[in-house]
């Protein structure tokens, strides 16, 4: 006698469409025993397997009857009530989920009330496997499949225990479209599974998903799928005769509909027409050239597109030898054309201040105009990759790399008499002549120029000569960045 440990013997009778039997009736009846009796341990997964299939074959058409842990009397009783559900040339379908043993030579299917206090008392509290073939030949049914999935417990006495586990392949007598599947070969058991569903029943499951695969195929596909799940451990097999042309699950027929292009156009351009990101706008010009919203689509494209940074055709290129040769020259904020101011340059700092500077990035202020060989303005260090914002109001008058040492350079005008300078930058994000407020990000901190590190060479310009920034920026009581003590 060998007795299946932690048996979750899946049990199907499947329905089963060719030419023939594509319009005969459906029946399917699934059973999952998790909850014995006489074992202490709850299986782990038969419930959730039954439940899983009969929505599935529910979905599929199936008259579908679901019993859980049904003990032996309603297992029979609904057994029986299969004969005469199926029209003649039907497809019946029977799923059981729970322990199972094998004696003599024989597989058994174990209700939840069976005791099995001694070996004489198996045959009469279990349901032989060849008593439900023989059901399911009575039915009427021309299609018929039965699906045996062995689990690792043995949870009964250990008198009936022979040492080799698994179930055994006997000797069963069916008729012609008739196919029994095991879920592992004699002497393997079946993996419980990692989830809600047995190793075995998983691949079932997903089998139950491939349309217009004939039957042979779909179990070849759960087999592979299932030792390589197991490492080559299970290995399901089958054996039968009569189905080689059936599928599990007919494919579904072809209407020849034409969708309207505008249709599609307008429901791809309602999903983007908010968006500020130009991918989506030349993904849209990609898939319909001609489309509906073309032309507004390049319109957005174009307007939303980062500009690189390029060297400038402005007259500021033509400086980039004067600024090798006098580095501290300042003509290169002096060709802005800057108006001339009547007012005296005593007040020049009372009139930087109506412009309300913030500072241009969060981060440390390395080197000012004291500690600067050049006195040129402020470094401030800080992530690769940090925004870099307008510290006031203005017009970007340069945006380029003309300037040798400067890098990504960015050039904002904010007034009559005040220009501010953003070099070294890793990329800018606006162009020259566009309107900027404070705050607004104009660059991305980085190591263009002359620096090697992640920082932000900042100026201010007064009419054209370089001016303290600090004489502008908040105080350090505001937002201004702490200094750097070494």
């Given at each position: ?8 013997t899946a049990f199907i009778g499947v ?182 569903h047995g190793t075995f029943t998983q ?284």
């Amino acid at each position: 006698m060998k007795i299946l440990s932690h048996v979750t013997t899946a049990f199907i009778g499947v329905l089963l469409f060719n030419s023939q039997s594509f319009a005969a009736q459906k029946v399917a009846l699934v059973i999952g025993n998790s909850e014995y009796n006489t074992v202490s341990d709850r299986l782990k997964n038969p419930a959730n397997d039954a439940k899983a299939v009969a929505s599935r074959l529910k979905n599929l058409g199936y008259d579908t009857e679901l019993l859980l842990n049904a003990n032996l009397s309603k297992m029979l009783t609904a057994l029986n009530g299969l004969n005469g559900k199926v029209d003649a040339g039907g497809t019946v379908i029977v799923y059981y989920a729970g322990h199972g043993i094998q004696l003599s030579g024989h597989n058994y299917l174990v209700p939840v009330d069976a005791g099995m206090t001694n070996r004489d008392m198996v045959t009469r509290e279990t349901i032989q496997l060849q008593e439900v073939i023989d059901k399911l030949e009575s039915s009427g049914a021309a299609n018929r499949l039965v699906i045996l999935d062995a689990c690792r417990n043995d949870p009964f006495p250990k008198a009936f225990r022979s040492g080799t586990r698994g179930l055994t392949r006997e000797q069963l007598t069916t008729g012609n479209g008739m196919m029994v599947m095991y879920a592992a070969s004699p002497s393997e058991v079946a993996a419980d599974g990692q989830g809600q569903h047995g190793t075995f029943t998983q691949a079932l499951l997903q089998g139950f998903n491939q349309s217009g695969v004939k039957l042979p195929e779909m179990m070849d596909d759960i087999r592979e799928q299932v030792r390589r799940d197991t490492k080559g451990t299970q290995n399901p097999y089958y054996e039968g005769t009569g189905l080689s042309r059936f599928v599990l699950v007919p494919a579904a027929p072809v209407v020849n509909t034409v969708t309207p292009v505008a249709d599609s156009d307008k429901q791809f351009w309602d999903e983007i027409k908010s968006s500020t990101d130009a991918s989506e706008y030349q993904a849209y010009l990609t898939q319909y050239p001609n489309g509906k919203f073309a032309a507004l689509a390049q319109s957005r494209k174009d307007k939303y597109t980062v500009k690189p940074a390029q060297p400038s055709t402005s007259k500021l290129d033509t400086l980039r030898l004067e600024r090798e040769q006098a580095p501290n020259s300042t003509s290169i904020y002096d060709s802005l054309t800057l108006k001339p101011n009547r007012e005296n340059d005593n007040n020049m700092v009372s009139n930087g201040r109506y412009l309300k500077w913030t500072w241009p990035i969060t981060g440390i202020l390395s080197q000012s105009t004291e500690t600067s060989p050049n006195k040129n303005g402020v470094d401030i260090s800080g992530e690769r990759g940090s925004p870099v914002k307008a510290a006031a109001d203005g017009v970007i008058v340069y945006a380029g790399t003309g300037i040798v040492g400067y890098g990504n350079l960015i050039v904002i005008r904010h007034d009559d008499n005040f220009l501010s300078a953003y070099a070294n930058n890793e990329r800018l994000t606006k162009s020259e002549g566009l309107k900027v407020k404070a705050g607004e990000v104009i660059a991305l901190i980085g190591t263009s120029g002359e620096t090697k590190d992640n920082m932000l060479h900042f100026e201010i310009r007064y009419r054209g000569k370089p001016v303290d920034p600090l004489l502008f920026l908040p105080s350090a009581s505001e937002t201004k960045p702490p200094v750097d003590p070494f």
